[in-house]
């Protein structure tokens, strides 16, 4: 299918403060451990998604089958790379150019991992770039402690609306602030389709052993646990474990094995160092298995001018002793 490029969706400038290495030093300004003043827990948010957590439980009523468990893998990977290479690498950073019938499909791709809007959640990311291991941080392990980065902002009435002015490129599609409007209807309709599937299964190829609501436990309430805490060690752990090899503002860190959990992001450092490249494992074992994801879809014509890694930011002599 030919895609309409007529539009060109590749703005630099709402990111270019992102775009270059940052190598003076960043003085972090630290809160107390925990929630900040005026940060109250808004209930009526998070428990619909501690509910959502807590079903993965019912794995211990509904069983197991082998196809549960692999479309439960299969779209732990999917949405994950919906996160990583469209809201994280395309939406927030804008590290390459597709059409806007890509940019949609792309969004609720990004949807379905019920990780909000990609409006919202640009808007984050760009923030939290700017502002990376300080007050303004919203989830800086370093300035409000290890469970607000890695949950607690969420749920702060503070960071539930989104910024608009973070993300003016992006304001501008009506399709795309639908989408951030209405972030639970991508969610939903996977749900429901979790169930028609189960429900499908169990009526026309009974021997796989699996039925509606063991696929909709499997292939959609664990599935999305597992993505949220993978996305959210990202926030968290990479800024507190793994190894410091360019000098960042930040306490940004690389960790391999975050890195194969997440498809690449876990390359966390390199990332704060160039954010404006689609490219997160710099060298070749570092495994980046969205960036792959990215050349093959580039392949087909269905993404554009992938931003390469600038040759002068990772010179031998710019990085890290040790």
Avoid at 152 to 181: C, F, K, M, N
């Amino acid at each position: 299918m030919q895609l309409d490029d007529s539009t060109d969706l590749h703005v630099t400038s709402p990111t270019a403060l992102l775009d270059a290495p940052a190598a003076e030093p960043q003085k972090l300004i630290p809160r107390p451990p925990g929630r900040g003043p005026g940060e109250a827990i808004a209930w009526q948010r998070i428990v619909p998604m501690l509910v959502l957590q807590a079903t993965s439980l019912l794995v211990l009523v509904v069983g197991w089958s082998p196809v549960a468990v692999i479309v439960c893998f299969a779209l732990y990977l999917v949405r994950m790379f919906g996160i990583t290479a469209f809201y994280h690498r395309y939406f927030s950073h804008r590290t390459f150019r597709v059409g806007r019938v890509m940019q949609f499909l792309g969004a609720v791709l990004g949807a379905s991992a019920t990780q909000r809007g990609p409006l919202w959640w640009a808007a984050h990311h760009r923030k939290h770039h700017r502002f990376s291991d300080t007050d303004q941080d919203a989830h800086s392990p370093h300035a409000h402690g290890f469970w607000w980065s890695h949950i607690g902002w969420i749920a702060s009435p503070r960071h539930y609306g989104t910024d608009l002015a973070q993300v003016p490129d992006l304001a501008r599609y009506p399709e795309l602030r639908w989408l951030d409007r209405h972030d639970l209807v991508v969610p939903l309709l996977l749900l429901a389709s979790m169930f028609g599937l189960g429900w499908a299964l169990e009526s026309w190829a009974p021997s796989l052993g699996t039925n509606a609501l063991q696929m909709a436990v499997w292939g959609f309430s664990v599935s999305t646990t597992l993505l949220f805490h993978g996305t959210a060690a990202i926030n968290s752990l990479t800024h507190l474990v793994g190894k410091r090899v360019w000098p960042t503002r930040d306490k940004s860190k690389n960790s391999f094995l975050l890195a194969l959990l997440t498809l690449g992001e876990g390359w966390h450092n390199n990332h704060h160092w160039c954010p404006g490249t689609a490219r997160m494992g710099f060298r070749w074992w570092e495994i980046d298995i969205s960036y792959y994801g990215l050349r093959l879809l580039a392949l087909f014509g269905l993404v554009h001018e992938l931003r390469p890694i600038p040759a002068r930011s990772t010179a031998p002599s710019r990085r890290l002793r040790g």
